[in-house]
Structure formats: C-alpha cells, structure tokens
C-alpha cells in the first residue's frame, strides 16, 4: 500500500454480484458492504438491478448491471433495449460483452457500429464498459478492438466476465493500456481476489476493478493502513 492510500484502492473496485445461483439476500448483503466501505459501484444481475437501485439510495456508491453476459451473442437490438432497460431502472454504470464471434470472423465495422448504437442508446446516462473476453482473442485483436470501441465512443474497455478460461492478466491490461488515448480507461476483472492482485492491476494500467472478492480485499487494506 506504499503507493497508494485506502481511498485511491477502493474507489477501483466494482463488486460483482454476479454468480447465477446468487440471490437476492446476497444482493443485499454486498449492497450493505459496498455502501458501509464506500466502494466505486456495484454490478449485478439486470433482474435484481431494481432491488440493487434502492439499497444503494442515498450513497455515492453506484448501481451497475450488465448486457448480454456473459456471452455477448444477443442482437443489436436486444443489447440495445438491454441498455435502455438498465438505464431505466437505474443504472449508471453498464458492462456490455461485444460479439466476439463476430470480431473472430472479420467483422470489425458491425463490431464498431453496434457499440456505437449502445452508446448512442445510453446518451450519456450511464458509464460504457465493453467487455472484450481476452482469453479468446490474439493480441493484434486486442488492439484492434481495443481502437473499434474507442471510435465507438466507450468510457472503458474491460479484460473479461469472469466466466472464461482466465480472467484479467498484467499483459493485456499493458497491451489495452497502449493502444487506448487517455480519454478511455480499463477495468480489469476475473480472478482478482487479493489486495496483492489489485494493486498489480492497477500498476498495469487499470482504473476499475471488478471483483466478488470486495469484502476480503477491503479487510485486507484495512489491516495494512488507517490512512483515507
């Protein structure tokens, strides 16, 4: 923690309520976590957004949801209605997985346009945050997506869902960093789950975090510095 204070660290992380057999008295629980601890903002499962949106009324904690997660294979206009939904019901911040088949086959401008629709979709009400699904893509495709998304007009690109084979790795987090302007930042998320891990995230060039691991992370920053 030499570099960075207890506030800079939580103000990284997303915790994710995102895990299909969760439930509502776990929404719950991490909505009172996030809120007791002061953390960036919390994503969970579009049909507990609502429940979500009202445990974290008041704080300055943010509600988040995701679209098309985690496999990203819904039409334009389902990731689309999916967005307007979300900001609906209280959203402001949105975790959308990109159509990674289509960015396998060669389709970078359908790629490009339909965030680019997602975005228009949004209108500024709501953070942007694609996902790209590292695991499966080389690194000349990270870059490039990485570029797509930009000219898309996203606030954040993001490692991955979690729900892969690996999760975020201090390699792509460089690579993204490098091939992103400093009008957009990275969130990194899969398998972060120590203090230790967050903070190499963050040296790599991450501005979020996302994480179900919040509350072991947040007692281990407490038992290291009282500094806020």
């Known amino acids: 923690m030499d570099k960075f204070t207890y506030r800079q660290v939580i103000n990284t992380l997303d915790h994710s309520i995102l895990k299909p057999e969760m439930t509502e008295a776990d929404v719950i629980a991490g909505c009172a976590m996030a809120r007791q601890n002061g953390i960036a903002a919390v994503s969970v499962k579009p049909c507990y957004l609502p429940l979500a949106v009202g445990e974290l009324a008041g704080s300055d904690v943010a509600a988040g949801t995701v679209v098309s997660f985690p496999h990203g294979n819904s039409t334009t206009a389902v990731k689309v209605f999916e967005v307007q939904d ?42 942007v945050k694609v996902i790209l699904e590292n695991y499966y893509l080389t690194k000349d495709q990270i870059a490039h997506t990485c570029q797509l998304l930009e000219e898309a007009g996203v606030d954040y690109v993001k490692t991955s869902t979690g729900f892969s084979e690996t999760g975020a790795m201090i390699a792509d987090l460089h690579w993204m960093r490098a091939n992103l302007s400093t009008k957009v930042l990275v969130k990194a998320a899969g398998g972060i789950r120590t203090l230790k891990d967050v903070l190499a995230m963050i040296d790599a060039g991450a501005s979020r975090i996302g994480t179900s691991s919040t509350k072991a992370i947040v007692d281990e920053i407490l038992a290291q510095t009282s500094s806020i």
């Open 86 to 127: 979300g900001v609906a019901n209280g959203a402001t911040e949105l975790d959308i997985v990109m159509n990674i088949g289509a960015l396998r086959s060669g389709r970078s401008d359908f790629v490009r346009d339909e965030i680019r629709a997602i975005v228009e979709a949004v209108d500024g009400r709501a953070l």
